[in-house]
């Protein structure tokens, strides 16, 4: 367990189906950021399930079956609560939606911390996301909770990060999380991915898919300011690879905190 994953955060077994608050879970640590011109770069991909956030440097935070589930949870009681139409049915209404509330801001709260304490930790001047204008049809069809959360998010990254000097750069997501994130190939195709699992047909990288997608994250944004010229002649993109510098952490896989 390294000092990063100390504190109160919790886990979702999927084995044991057991639920635990937070999920963060460690994975394959080659390219864990980017860095070109002086910008060292944490890519994020946001999710409405299984992972809430997926970091590049491969950290996988909050859970976001667990988040649906509460939301479900909420809406299955109000409901019973409504049919009942009682003045006293009305105020538990209330009460129960404050507390909802409260809890689904307070989870975002935590992911947004974490993913923000990833890229401090990473050394990370820059944070990119997705843009949300790039992914409207991938959510349109999502309930508006989660479109809320989605926003939201991002919102919470964004604010954390400033507090701690970190700009937050939104990058177009089209064809991102088809595309393989290893450096020397880039090969876009529909069948590299399987829902969870990126497997690229040309080089055979396997990845998580969100993580995939979070390597692509924060090499768009470098590509993109290489198009741009930002930075001049010496612009490159140099993954760094195995070791994580900063935490002393040189641990390559699988590290659940
Ligand atoms: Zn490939």
Redesign the pocket.
Known sequence: MSGRNKGAKLRYDRQSDTYYLHVTVKQERDDPQAEAEGRTVLGVDRNVDGYLAVTSSGVFIGNADLFNHKRHEYERRRGKLQQKGTRSAHLTIQSIGDRFANWSEDYLHRVSKEVVLEAVTNRCDTIVLEDLKGIRERIADLSKFQQWAFGELAQQITYKAKAEGITVEMVNPAYMSRQ?S?TE?G?THTQNRDGDEFV?Q??G?ELHSDYNAARNIAARYLQNRRNSGAGGATNHLALKSGTVTGSGDSTPTASRG
């Open positions: 393989c290893h190939c090969f690229c040309k080089c990288k």
